[in-house]
Every structure is written in C-alpha cells, then in structure tokens.
C-alpha cells in the first residue's frame, strides 16, 4: 500500500478484555516498530522487527504484551487482560531496511481506550 | 543510551513571525536526528533528518533544522509561520544499526499560530 495502514483505528475494551491491533507496513519494507504514546507525551518504543525476527523487545510493559510478524510482513501487537494504564495511541512504523538514517514512517496509530 | 529533551512544552506565535523550537540530544554515538510533525488526530510526519550530512538541514513546508555537536542541539526554524503549523512537534534522536535503529522522542512542544 501507498503507507503504513492499522486497524482497529479506534478500539474501545472493558478492563480484562484481550485486544489485537493490526499493522501493514509498506510493502517491501524489512523493519517494524511499535510504539506506545501516551496522551500528551512522546511515543515510546515498544519492540521492534526485522523481517520474521523480533530484534528488540524490551520496551513491552509486561508480559501482557505481545507482538508477533510471522511472515516479515504484516504484524499484530496483543495485550492481554487490559488495564487502565494501557489506554494509548499504538503507532506501528517501518523502515525500508535497518540501514543508520533510514526514514521510518508512521501509520495513523490505532487508539485504545480501556474502560 | 540516547535522550532528547524539548525546552519548551507549548511555543506561541503570530502569523507570519518565526518559529523557534529548541532541542537538545544526548548520544553514545554519532546520532541520527529527526523532527517530526502530529496534526490532531493523525500520525506522525517526517519533517526533516539530520544524518551526517551537511549541518543545515533544509525539510518540507519551509523548515530547517541546524546541527550543532559542540552545543548538542538540533533545533527547528521556520522563517514565517502558517496557520497551518498548528501542531504537536517532536525531536527525535537514533543511533542507528548499533542500536536496532530504535528512536528515541522528546516530550513534544505544541505549536499555537495566532492570526
């Protein structure tokens, strides 16, 4: 596709409940990241892929997050048993390769209220 | 380990002054340096990357940023500014393959244009 596309864009989730949010990358594109953004602040790293691979897990939050890539393209984050504190903005990116100064482009962010 | 630090959480400007957005970043290694743009309720758009290159960097809709390494700043101008500049702005800081190109962002500033 013309960019990175996630779905839910909006997803709204009693306390407890599981959630799965989407990510499409470029097409052709080696490297994904997730990102976490809190309202009113930055986004933060939440793991990163290359291809099929999970490079770098270590921003998860908890072992309630979990997020695969199975085939190097598309990639679902999990969280389970939500919380309140998870309620954020998920942003998936990607980059054409892991080369230094590659663009990383943004998707829209898939917005999660927890109730 | 990287940072970056936004000196100013909100900046407000009239129509047709300067903008000033001040950043300052910290590396292990030589960095990579990125300003991105958050329009309400979308994602997060590249405005310009600093990679080595040439100090001044020049970006899209009349931005650029200057590296400076003695001082450790990377901040964002723009000449004149439009009302459409209204947004949220976040530096952003990589170091590259050596650490899975993972961002690192600043806490953001937010941009009011008055008329």
């Known amino acids: 596709g013309a960019g990175v596309s996630q779905s839910p864009r909006y997803k709204v989730a009693k306390r407890g409940q599981d959630v799965a949010l989407r990510c499409d990358p470029i097409?052709?594109?080696?490297?994904l990241f997730w990102y976490q953004q809190a309202l009113g602040q930055g986004p933060e790293f939440l793991t990163y892929?290359?291809?099929?691979?999970?490079?770098?897990k270590s921003g998860l939050p908890s072992d309630r997050f979990f997020a695969e890539r199975p085939e190097g393209s598309v990639s679902t984050l999990k969280i389970q048993r939500t919380q309140q504190e998870d309620s954020a903005v998920y942003l998936c990116?990607?980059?054409?390769?892991?080369?230094?100064?590659?663009?990383?482009?943004f998707g829209e962010g898939s917005w999660l209220t927890v109730v | 380990a990287q940072s970056v630090t936004q000196l100013d959480s909100h900046v407000s400007v009239s129509e047709g002054t300067p903008v000033l957005l001040r950043c300052n970043y910290s590396?292990?290694?030589?960095?990579?340096l990125f300003w991105y743009v958050q329009h309400p309720n979308k994602g997060l758009q590249l405005l310009l990357k600093?990679?080595?290159?040439?100090?001044l960097v020049k970006g899209i809709n009349g931005f650029e940023a200057e590296f400076k390494k003695s001082e450790t700043s990377f901040h964002l101008t723009k000449p004149s500014a439009h009302m459409s500049d209204a947004a949220e702005y976040f530096c952003?800081?990589?170091?590259?393959?050596?650490?899975?190109?993972?961002?690192?962002f600043g806490g953001g500033t937010r941009v009011l244009v008055k008329p």
């Open positions: 990116a990607s980059s054409l390769n892991r080369g230094s100064g590659n663009t990383i482009y």
């Open positions: 097409s052709g594109h080696v490297s």
């Open positions: 892929f290359q291809n099929e691979a999970q490079l770098d």
């Open positions: 590396s292990s290694y030589s960095p990579s």
């Open positions: 600093y990679t080595s290159a040439a100090t």
């Open positions: 952003v800081v990589s170091n590259g393959v050596a650490a899975g190109n993972k961002l690192t």
